[in-house]
């Protein structure tokens, strides 16, 4: 049974841009809190399990706990932020998980790591993606603490800053991604190790690689993308649109929202 982590949107909003999709536009937050809910709604009716972690005022993006680090059996991997804004987020996470029973691993000081924004697990190999929010180097140390072989993949596009949002499991055997997001010939270092389907400029923007697999069925953010037909007419993958227009405001979506633990 899949079990996330998620940090209710209380103190959500935008009041600095570390990315280009943070341009200001004001936050509602009435509807925040209402499309976190359906997301949480979402989850639990696709089987899964919810937990969560108390807000923190003056840590708007600690909603976005997909960043906060990467989780194997009861290994947290706890990420060191890029940029100050969000650096006081880990004290947070780190007492969870300790109260939760985890063994907690630091990346060596100096080094930038976002979790599973930048990191993901498949089978016995870490997908990882690197340069805007994550170093070569803090991924290589994740994949020796997790016991896992390392792929990793460098990010070309501020756009798409961190690999969970071009790039996305949507089953046990397939991947889809935004071509133009990596440097020429890295996504090839996937050949044989998952089935790739690539996704058009515009679904990118509409953040289709920041869907969630939920044991079977895949949340998605947008209902008229057009890689959703392709996924179930194709492949067979259900799939539910989520709608978390609010948290596109700020460079997030459905991914970004939770931390698979």
């Known amino acids: 049974m899949d079990t996330f982590l998620l940090c209710p949107p209380d103190h959500f909003k935008i009041d600095y841009s570390i990315n280009p999709w943070m341009t200001g536009d004001p936050v509602d937050n009435r509807l925040s809190q209402d499309q976190w809910l359906g997301l949480v709604k ?4 696709s089987g899964g399990v919810v937990k969560t972690i108390s807000p923190q005022s003056g840590l708007p993006d600690m909603v976005f706990t997909a960043n906060a680090g990467i989780v194997s059996g009861k290994t947290f991997v706890i990420s060191s932020m890029k940029h100050d804004e969000r650096k006081g987020e880990s004290t947070h996470f780190r007492k969870w998980f300790i109260n939760e029973g985890f063994s907690v691993v ?3 000081p100096g080094l930038s790591f976002e979790g599973c924004g930048d990191s993901l697990i498949h089978s016995n190999t870490l997908i990882g993606g690197y340069g805007y929010r994550s170093d070569l180097l803090s991924l290589e140390i994740t994949a020796g603490a997790l016991g896992l072989q390392l792929i990793s993949l460098e990010l070309v ?3 798409y800053y961190h690999l969970d949002t071009c790039f996305c499991k949507v089953s046990d055997t397939h991947a889809i991604y935004f071509p133009d997001a990596f440097k ?9 190790v998952i089935n790739l389907i690539p996704i058009s400029e515009a679904d990118a923007r509409l953040f289709m690689c920041n869907s969630m697999l939920v044991n079977e069925t895949l949340l998605i953010p947008s209902r008229h993308s057009e890689v959703e037909k392709v996924l179930k007419n194709n492949h067979g993958i ?10 596109l405001k700020s460079g997030g979506s459905i991914q970004c929202l939770c931390l698979k633990i």
Do not use: H, N, W, Y
């Open 42 to 45: 979402a989850i639990q009716e």
């Open 106 to 108: 630091d990346i060596v």
């Open 157 to 159: 596009d501020p756009r």
């Open 184 to 192: 020429s010939g890295e996504i090839e270092k996937l050949s044989g």
């Open 238 to 247: 259900k799939t539910r649109p989520v709608d978390v227009g609010e948290f």
